[in-house]
């Protein structure tokens, strides 16, 4: 679960992170047409209008900035950022589950609930 939650919010963070943290482009994912979490998300919950402007988007010979900005903006409008950030908090909450387990020592419990808490908050 943890480590589902860690590539939700690094699926996110490839299309929204900002490039002074990350150290990639904007929209970096996108630029390169990956099918991420979020992409794929966003293209399934798309009315027929931005569905139509995503495939034009990913066939593009080239994207400028305004296109990945224009392709954020449509992400967003689908909802998709907000189903991803569900997934990573359902994710994360089942990893709690797990980390309460009576099986697993202090010592690990414990690290194991900051590498939670890195997955749901983590910029970079």
Known sequence: ALGEAFQ????????????????????GDLAERKATSVVVAAHQMADST??????????????????????RNLIVATGAVEWVEDMIADRVATAHEYISDDRIDGWARSALANMASICTARSQ
Do not use: S, Y
């Not at 299309?15 to 929209?27: E, L, S």
């Not at 931005?50 to 392709?71: G, K, P, S």
């Open 8 to 27: 939700l919010r690094d699926d996110l963070l490839g299309v929204f992170g900002a490039p002074t943290v990350t150290g990639k482009p904007v929209g």
């Open 50 to 71: 931005i569905r139509r402007q995503f495939v034009e988007l990913m066939n593009a010979e080239e994207l400028a900035e305004h296109d990945i900005a224009h392709w």
